[in-house]
C-alpha cells in the first residue's frame, strides 16, 4: 500500500534535479530542493529523538521563516500533528492553546521564550524550542547534530497531520484536527484545477499559521516542484517587483487593495503572471475590476475555511461540469471543486432551490474530521448525513456560481483575519466601569471589514474608549483590537431583550468610508 502521508506525496513530485533553487527569499538566500529535503529530514530526526507519543502535537508560534516552513514539513513526515499559531496572539491567548492541545513541543520566537515557556512548563510540555528568522534558535542548533536523512513516517488518510485553532462564536477557540488525507486530497486536485504548470513560480507573500499561506499557497507550489519567491513580510512593492520573475500569486483582498494603490503596478509589470487568486474574506467587486484595468488580469477568487481547506474556485480554464463556463465572476467564489459536494439549506436542513439563500453546507475527502477534543461541537456542526454546516450564508445561480451573501456566525474577517465578537466583548465586559458591550463588523477600505465596539458604562462610572483599548492591547492579539470604540447610552434590543447587531452595522456603515 503506499505511503498516506502528505510529506511522502509532496516529496514524489520534487523535480529531478535536486539542486535547483526551490525557494528564494528577499534577503538573498537560496534553498535547493535538496536542502529542503536534508533540513527537514534533520528536524524530523530531531523530533523522533525526543521520543514524543504517537500523535503529539508540536505548536509553533515564531515569525514567517522558511526554517519555520522546514519545520512544517519535518513534523508532517515524522508523523506528528502541526499546530501553528499567530505570531500576534499574546500571553492569554496561547495559554489556552497550550493548555488545550498539550502540545509536547513547543517552538517560540527567542524574544518570547521567557513568557512562552513558563506557560508551556506550568502545563506540562517538556520540550520548548526557540526559532528565529534569521536562521538562529535552539531548534536549530539542535538539529544541526541530526542525521540529514529521514524514513518518512508511514501514514493512513485519517491520521491526524494539523490543528488549526478557529475562533468560537461563543466561548473559546476549537482546534479543527485536518488529516493527510483532507490536505493531500486537496492539494492534488487544487494543482490540477488551477493549472500548475512546469515552470510556475509562486510569490509567496502570506503568514504561515493559518490554511492560505501554510497550506494552499505551499502545498500548491510543493506538490507542482514549483519555485517559491519568499517574502517574510507582505510589502506592496517587493511584491510588485517579483512579479516579472514569477506566475503565481496568492493573496487576501487587503494585499490587493494595497498594491492597487502603488503606482508601479501595471499590465507590463504583470505580463509574464499566469494566475492571481484570492480568498480567505470577501473580494470586492471594485477591486476586481480596478486590479483587471490595472494589469489586464483577472482574479481568480475562491473559498475555503480552516476546517475544510478549499471549497469552491472560480473556473481557471473551462469548468467541463458547468456547460464549459470559464468566466471568472466577480462577488462570487465559483464552483464546487472536484470532490466537494456544496448545498444551500434552510433551516430545518431542507436544500434549497437555485437562487435561494440559505447556510452553506459541504462534504468531501476535504472535509475536517472534527473539532479537537469536543465531540459535541463536532456533532453540533455536522448534520446526520455527513454535511458540514460551515456558518457562511449563500446562494447558487443558474450557472451554478455560489456566492456568499453573509454569515450565520457571528464574525467578522478582518484583513483576511476572522475577529469573533463574543471573544472581544467577554475582555472588554471584564473592563473595570463597563456594563455591557457589542463589536460589530462596518465596510474598512483597507480591511475590508472592521470591528467597531459599542460599550455601555455602569452607572457612575466614566468610560474613555483610549482606555479601553490600550486594555485589550495587552490582553489580545493587535488584529482583534477594536479599530473604533464608542461609549454609548443604550443598544438596540428586539423584543427578547437581544442586541440588533444589524442596526448597528447600518448606524455605523459609512464610519470608514473613504472621503
Ligand atoms: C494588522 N492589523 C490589523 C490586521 N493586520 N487589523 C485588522 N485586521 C488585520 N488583518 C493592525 C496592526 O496590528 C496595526 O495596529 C494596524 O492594524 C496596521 O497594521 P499594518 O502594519 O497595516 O498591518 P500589516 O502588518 O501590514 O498586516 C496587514 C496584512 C495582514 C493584511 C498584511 O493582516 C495579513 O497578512 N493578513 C493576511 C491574513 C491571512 O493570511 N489570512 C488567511 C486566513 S485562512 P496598531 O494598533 O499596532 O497600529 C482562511 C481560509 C481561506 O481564511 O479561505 O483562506
Ligand atoms: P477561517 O476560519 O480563518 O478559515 O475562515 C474561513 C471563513 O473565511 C469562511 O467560513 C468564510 O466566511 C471566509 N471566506 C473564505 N474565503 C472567502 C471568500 N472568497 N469570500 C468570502 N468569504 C470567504
Known sequence: MTNANLYAHLRANFPADLNAVAVETDSGLHYTWSDLERASAMLANLLVSLQLPAGARIAVQVEKSVEAMMLYLATLRAGYVFLPLNTAYQSAEIEYFITNAEPAVVVCSSKNFGWVSKIAFTCGTQNVFTLNDDRTGSLLERAVHCLDQHRCASSQDDDLAAILYTSGTTGRSKGAMLSHGNMRSNAQMLKDYWGWQRGDVLIHALPIFHVHGLFVAIHGALINGSKMIWLNRFE?????????????????????????????????????MRLFIAGSAPLLKETFEAWRSATGHTILERYGMS????????????????ANQSERRAATVGFPLPGVSLRVCDEDGKALAVNEIGGIQVKGANVFAGYWRMPEKTQEEFTADGYFKTGDVGKIDERGYVHIVGRSKDLIISGGYNVYPAEIEGYINDLAGVAESALVGVPHPDFGEVGVALVIAKSGAALQPETIITALKSRLANFKIPKRCIVVPELPRNTMGKVQKNLLREKYQTLFAKS
Request: hydrophobic share 45%.
Open 236 to 272: 506592496p512593492k517587493a511584491v510588485i517587483a517579483q512579479m516579472p520573475r514569477a506566475t503565481v500569486f496568492m493573496g487576501v483582498p487587503t494585499l490587493y487593495v494595497r498594491m492597487l494603490a502603488e503606482p508601479t503596478l501595471n499590465k507590463a509589470v504583470a505580463s509574464k
Open 307 to 322: 476546517e475544510t481547506v478549499m471549497l469552491t474556485s472560480n473556473p481557471y480554464s473551462a469548468d467541463p461540469r458547468y
